[in-house]
C-alpha cells in the first residue's frame, strides 16, 4: 500500500512541473510582445507602464523556474527517501542546534509560497493604472490563458499532495486560485 500512495504522490509532483514547465514557455510570447510595444511606444509614462508590466512579467518566469528546479529536489528526496532529519548526538538522538535536512514536504510549501508570489506578480504586470488603463490586457491571451491555467493547475497537485500531510493547506491557497 506505500507504494500505491508514492506514486500518487510522484502524479502530484509530475503534474505540477508539467504545467509549470508550460507557464514557463507561455510567459516568452507575452514578455516579446511588451518588449516590442514598449520599443514602439514613444510616450515616456506608457513606456515606463509597459517596462513595469515587462519586469512583472520576467519576475513571474524566474519564480516559476525556481519553482520548477524546486520539484524536481522533491522528486529527487523522495526517490532518496530523505525525511527530515536531524544531526545525530553521541547518544544516537536527535541533535537540534544544527540545521535539519529538509524534507520533501518542507519544500512544497516553499513551492507554494513561490507560486502565490508568481501569481501576484502577473496580478501587478496587469492591474490597470490611472493614466494607461488600457494598457492592462494580455497581448497573447492564448498563452496567457495557458499561464493562468497552468499556474492553478500547479497549485492544485502542490497543494493536494500538500493536504495528504496538512488538510489547512488547500483553504491557505484559495485566494491565490481567485486571481
Do not use: W
Not at 504586470?125 to 493614466?131: D, V
Not at 497573447?140 to 497549485?155: D, N, R, T
Amino acid at each position: 500500500m506505500p507504494q500505491e500512495k508514492s506514486v500518487a504522490t510522484e502524479d502530484h509532483v509530475r503534474c505540477a512541473a508539467v504545467a509549470l514547465t508550460t507557464v514557463f514557455e507561455s510567459l516568452g510570447a507575452e514578455h516579446q510582445a511588451l518588449v516590442a510595444e514598449a520599443e514602439k511606444t514613444s510616450a515616456t509614462e506608457r513606456r515606463g507602464t509597459l517596462t513595469r508590466m515587462t519586469e512583472d512579467i520576467a519576475q513571474a518566469a524566474h519564480t516559476v523556474s525556481a519553482s520548477i528546479v524546486e520539484l524536481a529536489t522533491v522528486r529527487g528526496l523522495r526517490d532518496l527517501d530523505i525525511r527530515m532529519r536531524f544531526s545525530m548526538d553521541a547518544e544516537g538522538g536527535d541533535y537540534s542546534p544544527l540545521l535539519t535536512l529538509t524534507g520533501p514536504s518542507d519544500v512544497l510549501y516553499d513551492i507554494v509560497n513561490y507560486l502565490v508570489e508568481a501569481a501576484d506578480t502577473l496580478g501587478r504586470a496587469y492591474k490597470p493604472t490611472k493614466k494607461h488603463p488600457g494598457l492592462a490586457a494580455a497581448r497573447c491571451p492564448q498563452q496567457m490563458k495557458l499561464v493562468f491555467s497552468g499556474l492553478s493547475a500547479a497549485l492544485d497537485a502542490v497543494c493536494t499532495d500538500l493536504s495528504m500531510q496538512d488538510p489547512e493547506v488547500a483553504k491557505d491557497h484559495a485566494s491565490t486560485r481567485r486571481l
